[in-house]
């Protein structure tokens, strides 16, 4: 295809911090949580926030013992370094109308909670029936907004962190676990 030589991706990770059987694990948990809080509902409807949440959704869906329908919304928030800039824009919006619905945002990860403030703020001006959120991870001690979160999977420390959907310069989404990668990966950001 071109020749350059191919990256391997494992070996740009410094550590593992949160492997297979542990995602598998708290994934199954945190499915039987949602079956059981929405026991009864009818619509509901699960949102993913592109592109680092195809991962999570996609495991969480398929444990969720409940009918349920799937919408997307792309969110930008970050360029391509560690930190966010600030502004969140939607760079695609859902199919349809969401007045009415129970639903549940699935995001990978909640760092400064600039982008899910935003959705929360959005999404309620839709008037949905209900709106929760639900992230697989959630960085504590980065929280410049406080943003209501109703399903956690892990507290992570600040690490940056890559695999199961979430990148670093749109790599990595693609490891199935969650990583912190070497020093030097990021060094030509430093430069
Ligand atoms: P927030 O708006 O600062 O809460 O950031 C949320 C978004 O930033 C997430 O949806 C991720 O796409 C991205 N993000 C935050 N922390 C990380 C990380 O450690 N690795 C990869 N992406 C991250
Ligand atoms: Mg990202």
């Given at each position: 295809m071109?020749?350059?030589?191919?990256?391997?991706l494992n070996?740009?990770?410094?550590?593992?911090?949160?492997?297979?059987t542990a995602?598998?694990?708290r994934?199954q948990?945190?499915a039987?949580q949602?079956t059981?809080?929405?026991?009864?509902i009818?619509?509901?409807l699960?949102?993913c926030v592109l592109?680092g949440?195809y991962?999570?959704?996609?495991d969480l869906?398929?444990a969720?013992?409940?009918p349920?329908a799937l919408d997307?919304?792309?969110i930008?928030s970050?360029?391509?370094?560690?930190?966010?800039s600030g502004?969140v824009?939607?760079i695609?919006?859902?199919?349809?109308?969401?007045v009415?619905?129970?639903?549940l945002i699935v995001?990978?990860?909640i760092?400064?909670?600039r982008?899910l403030?935003?959705?929360?703020?959005n999404l309620?001006?839709?008037?949905?029936?209900?709106?929760r959120?639900?992230?697989l991870l959630?960085?504590?001690?980065?929280?410049?907004?406080?943003?209501?979160?109703?399903?956690i999977?892990?507290n992570?420390?600040?690490?940056f962190v890559?695999?199961?959907g979430l990148d670093?310069?749109?790599?990595y989404?693609?490891?199935?676990?969650?990583a912190?990668?070497k020093?030097?990966?990021f060094a030509?950001?430093?430069a």
């Open positions: 071109n020749d350059k030589p191919i990256r391997d070996a740009d990770i410094d550590h593992i911090l949160i492997d297979e995602l598998k694990m994934i948990e945190m039987a949602i059981a809080d929405y026991a009864g009818e619509d509901l699960l949102i592109k949440g991962v999570f959704l996609s869906s398929r969720i013992e409940r349920h997307f919304m792309g930008s970050y360029g391509s370094g560690t930190r966010s502004a824009q939607i695609m919006d859902l199919k349809e109308p969401i009415g619905r129970h639903v995001e990978d990860i760092d400064s909670g982008t403030d935003y959705m929360r703020r309620l001006a839709r008037s949905p029936a209900s709106l959120i639900c992230s959630n960085k504590p001690s980065r929280r410049e907004i406080d943003v209501h979160v109703e399903y999977g892990f992570i420390p600040d690490e890559v695999g199961y670093f310069d749109e790599i989404r693609n490891l199935p676990y969650i912190v990668l020093p030097e990966v030509h950001l430093q």
